[in-house]
C-alpha cells in the first residue's frame, strides 16, 4: 500500500466511526418520540426530511405533528406522532406517506401492495390499570385493533402479540380508563 491509500484507508476508517457514532446519537434521541408509518431511520430521515408539513397536512386524523423547537435544531418541525392521545388509522392509502416528496416516509418497494404493515412502536396491556386484570369486565378496546392476530384475549383479558402488533395504539384510544391501560413506547 502506498502512502496515498494508507491515508485513504484511515480517512474512510475515521469517517465511518464519525457516522458511526453520530447515527447511535441520534438514534438515542429518537427513543424520546415515535416517527409516522415507514420513517427511514432516524439519521437518514432527518438528512430526508425537509420539513415541508406535507405529511402532517395529509392525516386525516391529526396524529402527526412537528417537533418543537424546544428539542433541539435537529428535530425541530421534524413529524413525530402523537399516539398518547390518538390512534395511527393505519390507513389504505397511507397519506402521510404518500405526501412525503423527498422519501424520508417511504414504504419499501415488495411491500407496494399494502399486506405488510409497518412497525411504528411497542404497545403493552398494564395489568395495573387494565378493567379485567382487576375484576370488572370491560372490553373497550375489543373491536378497535385493526392488525389480526395483534390483540388476543386470554379469559376475558387483553393480551397483546408484540410479533404481530404494529403499535398503533387504537387500542389505547379505545381505553376507558384513567390512566390508560395500554403504554406505546418508541421502537
Known amino acids: ?16 466511526k464519525a457516522i458511526d457514532e453520530i447515527d447511535t446519537r441520534a438514534k ?24 415541508c408539513d406535507a405529511c ?11 417537533l418543537s423547537s424546544r428539542l433541539g435544531a435537529q428535530v425541530v418541525g421534524t413529524p413525530a406522532m402523537d399516539l398518547l392521545n390518538r390512534g395511527c388509522h393505519l390507513c389504505d ?19 407496494q401492495d399494502g399486506s405488510a404493515l409497518p412497525r411504528i412502536a411497542t404497545a403493552t396491556i398494564n395489568p395495573a390499570t387494565c378493567l379485567p386484570y382487576t375484576g370488572p369486565e370491560c372490553g373497550a378496546c375489543a373491536s378497535s385493533c385493526r392488525v389480526p392476530g395483534a390483540m388476543v384475549w386470554d379469559h376475558e383479558k387483553p ?13 389505547r384510544d379505545a381505553c376507558i380508563v384513567d390512566p390508560k391501560a395500554v403504554d406505546i413506547r418508541s421502537l
Open 56 to 66: 402532517i397536512e395529509a392525516c386525516p386524523h391529526s396524529v402527526v405533528f412537528p
Open 1 to 16: 500500500m502506498d502512502r496515498r491509500g494508507f491515508f485513504r484507508q484511515g480517512l474512510r476508517k475515521v469517517s465511518e
Open 93 to 111: 392509502d397511507w397519506p402521510c406517506v404518500a405526501a412525503c416528496e423527498p422519501d424520508a416516509l417511504k414504504r419499501p418497494e415488495d411491500v
Open 159 to 171: 393480551k397483546i402479540d408484540p410479533e404481530v402488533c404494529t403499535g398503533c395504539a387504537m387500542c
Open 28 to 51: 438515542q434521541r429518537a427513543a424520546h418520540w415515535i416517527r409516522p408509518p415507514f420513517a427511514l431511520d432516524e439519521l437518514d430521515f432527518l438528512l430526508a426530511c425537509t420539513r
